[in-house]
T-cell receptor, first 111, second 112 residues
């Protein structure tokens, strides 16, 4: 699976939007972009995924660059509960299914 | 909605002891996974299973064994605990190879 690069940490204020970047310059045409997050002392949880088009769900939005070499996870209004480590993961369409986690971005949310 | 249940939540082992980490899911998922997470790091895959009776090694399988006799259960066995196995262990399951993985709350293990 191709490698991703994320900032180690980011800060946000409560109720403001947050844009979490991810670079994946070696992405292949069959790689999906997945985002998971891990709240303190919990297991990871799925957030969103996409291939080429921007995606929205009740948790977040995923904006994918036209060349697919980068993407941004958008939390529209950060809450204290969104403080977590966010992982950007590339997953090949034909992969065996395991997720390859990097160190992710630790998001802090200030009240 | 139980999802993926892991027991115990915490455990302290002495070097050389053995134990089994339990994982059960009630979503009828065919795929199950075991990961470990060392402090400040991402998760690494230990073993996975594509269905009852079928298991395969992940990235870091040494020192561990698994079995999958039922769809619901996927226990992880540590035979001779070593300090290097001090970690947080997560079990996950998914329906299908490409689908969302659902994780348990983890087992925090210390080997002293």
């Amino acid at each position: 699976d191709a490698k991703t690069t994320q900032p180690n940490s980011m800060e946000s204020n409560e109720e403001e939007p947050v844009h979490l970047p991810c670079n994946h310059s070696t992405i292949s045409g069959t790689d999906y972009i997945h985002w998971y997050r891990q709240l303190p002392s919990q297991g990871p949880e799925y957030v969103i995924h996409g291939l080429t088009s921007n995606v929205n769900n009740r948790m977040a939005s995923l904006a994918i660059a036209e060349d697919r070499k980068s993407s941004t996870l958008i939390l529209h209004r950060a809450t204290l509960r969104d403080a977590a480590v966010y992982y950007c993961i590339l997953r090949d369409r034909g992969s065996q299914g395991n997720l390859i986690f990097g160190k992710g971005t630790k998001l802090s949310v200030k009240p | 909605n139980a999802g993926v249940t892991q027991t115990p939540k915490f455990r302290i082992l002495k070097i050389g002891q053995s134990m089994t980490l339990q994982c059960a899911q009630d979503m009828n998922h065919n795929y199950m996974y075991w990961y470990r997470q060392d402090p400040g790091m991402g998760l690494k895959l230990i073993y996975y299973s594509v269905g009852a009776g079928i298991t395969d090694k992940g990235e870091v399988p040494n020192g561990y064994n698994v079995s999958r006799s039922t769809t619901e259960d996927f226990p992880l066995r540590l035979e001779l605990a070593a300090p290097s196995q001090t970690s947080v262990y997560f079990c996950a399951s998914s329906y299908g190879i490409k689908n969302i993985q659902y994780f348990g709350a983890g087992t925090r293990l210390s080997v002293l």
